[in-house]
């Protein structure tokens, strides 16, 4: 079993509607948890981080955590096709080590 | 966060040699790492280095093919030895900084390496 799970995709999503992202962990004791970007032929970029149970929002993004259920979630509103990019996510477990996900592809048509 | 960049960015290497990737940081940092990710693929840790001691490798990895030098708190070098074309990949530094309810890793630009 895979330690951080996201659908590969791509998930493709029009322009102005609600783009879900999601992921599921399997380290029960994991405290950390982030989101990256990454446009093609660039590096990650951090845009959400979460570190308790529930919702955060930040602009137009919202990450939502679940640690009994070991997953979460991504929500981008209002995408744009700027949004177009791959999405990490990435688990703390403990310790210094960051287990980061294979990503999902999102395409958001104009 | 910290501005992390990182030279080459990118390179087109011959079989058989070696390249040695630097990356600065332009703040003092604990722990940086180093990955690699292939054409789409993710990120694989190759090891973490902290200043003042021996980097540690992740499984797969070895110092003799990729030694790291991690001099002081700013600056690490991977270098990427005795080159074959399964090398190519993209290669990323990172590093770890302390926000308020956790640390985070930030990442360089990244190195596109490709091995004729």
């Known amino acids: 079993q895979k330690e951080v799970e996201q659908n590969s995709g791509p998930l493709s999503v029009p322009e102005g509607a609600i783009a879900s992202l999601n992921c599921t962990y399997s380290d029960r004791g994991s405290q950390s948890f982030f989101w990256y970007r990454q446009y093609s032929g660039k590096s990650p970029e951090l845009i959400m981080s979460i570190y308790s149970n529930g919702d955060k929002e930040d602009g137009r993004f919202t990450a939502q955590l679940n640690k009994a259920s070991q997953y979460v979630s991504l929500l981008i509103r209002d995408s744009q096709p700027s949004d177009s990019a791959t999405y990490l996510c990435?688990?703390?477990?403990?310790?210094?080590?960051?287990?980061f996900g294979a990503g999902t592809r999102l395409f958001v048509k104009a | 966060s910290a501005v992390i960049s990182q030279k080459p960015s990118r390179d087109i290497c011959q079989r058989g040699t070696s390249l040695t990737i630097q990356c600065q940081v332009d703040?003092?940092?604990?722990?940086m790492f180093w990955y690699r990710q292939q054409p789409g693929q993710s990120l694989t840790l190759i090891a973490t280095a902290n200043q003042g001691s021996e980097a540690t490798y992740e499984s797969g990895f070895v110092i003799d093919k990729f030694p790291i030098s991690r001099p002081n708190l700013t600056f690490s070098t991977l270098t990427v030895s005795n080159m074959s074309p399964e090398d190519s990949s993209i290669y990323l530094c990172?590093?770890?900084?302390?926000?308020?309810?956790?640390?985070?890793?930030?990442f360089g630009p990244g190195t596109r390496l490709t091995v004729l």
């Open positions: 990435a688990v703390r477990p403990g310790g210094f080590k960051t287990i």
């Open positions: 990172s590093v770890e900084m302390g926000l308020a309810g956790g640390d985070t890793q930030y």
């Open positions: 703040s003092q940092v604990t722990m």
